[in-house]
């Protein structure tokens, strides 16, 4: 009897340690990691087609992530409102050209990281070039191995023409 009882023991444990996430990495590495979250963030806003842009965007987001425009809006939640948001079935041609974003500051918690600074975002809508300067927030968690983007929100200055 003592032989069965050892290996359902040995496979509870397996199973177990299966279902346990990874920790997040240590302070600086996750710092890193959030560095690389946030850089992340800007190239994907880059790729060279609308589709491509659209899944390496929401790659970046968290199923359940909010996000929180500068404006009246109010906030948009879910990665379907998110699609709906940024990539609108009857918008106009946009092309982004540029996207630099300067990290102030990076926290972590545990799981949970933060990440604030300022950016620059220049892209062609509807024909008309425009550039667009503000402050940022995202708020990532550490969850099935990879930093997510939770929550993000950022204002702006108003658009100008190039």
């Not at 987001?61 to 940024?86: M, N, Q, T």
């Amino acid at each position: 009897m003592r032989l069965p009882f050892r290996f359902a023991w040995l496979f509870a444990s397996v199973a177990l340690a299966a279902c346990v996430e990874a920790e997040p990495p240590a302070a600086p590495a996750a710092k890193d990691s959030l560095r690389a979250l946030d850089r992340a963030y800007a190239e994907a806003w880059l790729a060279s087609s609308p589709d491509d842009q659209e899944r390496a965007v929401l790659a970046l987001f968290d199923r359940d992530a909010v996000i929180i425009p500068d404006g009246a809006a109010g906030p948009e939640k879910g990665i379907s409102s998110l699609r709906r948001y940024w990539f609108p079935d009857d918008a106009p041609s946009t092309t982004v050209t540029h996207f630099d974003r300067e990290i102030d500051a990076i926290d972590v918690e545990g799981d949970l990281g933060v990440v604030s600074g300022r950016y620059v975002l220049s892209f062609n809508y509807d024909g008309r070039d425009l550039t667009q300067k503000g402050n940022y927030v995202l708020v990532a968690r550490y969850s099935g191995g990879a930093w997510k983007i939770q929550r993000m929100i950022w204002n702006d200055a108003p658009l100008t023409d190039v």
